[in-house]
T-cell receptor, first 113, second 113 residues
Framework: DQQVKQNSPSLSVQEGRISILNCDYT??????FLWYKKYPAEGPTFLIS?????DKNEDGRFTVFLNKSAKHLSLHIVPSQPGDSAVYFC????????????FGAGTRLTVKP | DGGITQSPKYLFRKEGQNVTLSCEQN?????MYWYRQDPGQGLRLIYY???????QKGDIAEGYSVSREKKESFPLTVTSAQKNPTAFYLC????????????FGSGTRLTVV
C-alpha cells in the first residue's frame, strides 16, 4: 500500500532550465511533507519541507508547492545545475508522528550541461 | 563532525545465517530508524526506537530484530527467518517529537549468496 507515489522514475532536463518533480499521496491525514536528495553510495539528505498550513515554501533555487485538494506536491528547481543530478524522494507524515513517515520510490533527475 | 555511520557498506550473507548491521550516531538524536529500500519502491520502515531500551515494529519487521542499549547505537540483525533479505538498508535518526528532517546514514547493501 504505497501512500506516497512518485510516478516518474526519471527526469532529464537541460542545465539552466526548470526541473519539476512530482509527488502524489493518498492519506488525507498527512500534514507534513519533505523532499530528500540522494547521491549514489550516500544516504538521503533533507532538502526542503512544507507544512499543510502552507501551499508554498521556498529555499534558494528550491520551491515546494502543495495542493491539498489534489493531494499533490511538487518540487521546482530553478535554475537546474548538473550538481542537482540525484535521486529525489518525497516523504509525508502525520504531524509530529515522525515514526510514520512514508516515502515515495524516488525520481532520478539528470541535469545535462 | 556530527553524523550517522553505518557499517559495513557491503555485506554478503549465506542463506541460513544471521547478520548484524551497525548504526551509530553522535548527533544526540533520540529517535532512530531502520529502512529497507528495494528497486522501484519507497523506503519501508523496519523498526524504530524513540528512547533507549524501547523500540517498535514498523511495516516489515518480520525476520528482523533490533536493540537499543545506548542512545548512540541501533543495530539491526537480519535473521535467517527473513525470506528475501537482499536489499539496501538505511539507518536514520532525528529529534523525537518535532518535524525535523531525518539524518540518514550512507547505507549497507546486503546480498545473500
Amino acid at each position: 500500500d504505497q501512500q506516497v507515489k512518485q510516478n516518474s522514475p526519471s527526469l532529464s532536463v537541460q542545465e539552466g532550465r526548470i526541473s519539476i518533480l512530482n509527488c502524489d499521496y493518498t492519506n488525507s491525514m498527512f500534514d507534513y511533507f519533505l523532499w530528500y536528495k540522494k547521491y549514489p553510495a550516500e544516504g538521503p539528505t533533507f532538502l526542503i519541507s512544507i507544512s499543510s498550513i502552507k501551499d508554498k515554501n521556498e529555499d534558494g533555487r528550491f520551491t515546494v508547492f502543495l495542493n491539498k485538494s489534489a493531494k499533490h506536491l511538487s518540487l521546482h528547481i530553478v535554475p537546474s545545475q548538473p550538481g542537482d543530478s540525484a535521486v529525489y524522494f518525497c516523504a509525508a507524515s502525520e504531524g509530529y508522528n515522525n515514526n510514520d513517515m512514508r516515502f515515495g520510490a524516488g525520481t532520478r533527475l539528470t541535469v545535462k550541461p | 563532525d556530527g553524523g550517522i555511520t553505518q557499517s559495513p557498506k557491503y555485506l554478503f550473507r549465506k542463506e541460513g545465517q544471521n547478520v548484524t548491521l551497525s548504526c551509530e550516531q553522535n548527533l544526540n538524536h533520540d529517535a532512530m530508524y531502520w529502512y529497507r529500500q528495494d528497486p522501484g519502491q519507497g523506503l519501508r520502515l523496519i523498526y524504530y526506537s524513540q528512547i533507549v531500551n524501547d523500540f517498535q515494529k514498523g511495516d516489515i519487521a518480520e525476520g528482523y530484530s533490533v536493540s537499543r542499549e545506548k542512545k548512540e547505537s541501533f543495530p539491526l540483525t537480519v535473521t535467517s527467518a527473513q525470506k528475501n533479505p537482499t536489499a539496501f538498508y538505511l539507518c536514520a535518526s532525528t529529534i523525537w517529537g518535532r518535524n525535523y528532517g531525518y539524518t540518514f546514514g550512507s547505507g549497507t547493501r546486503l546480498t545473500v549468496v
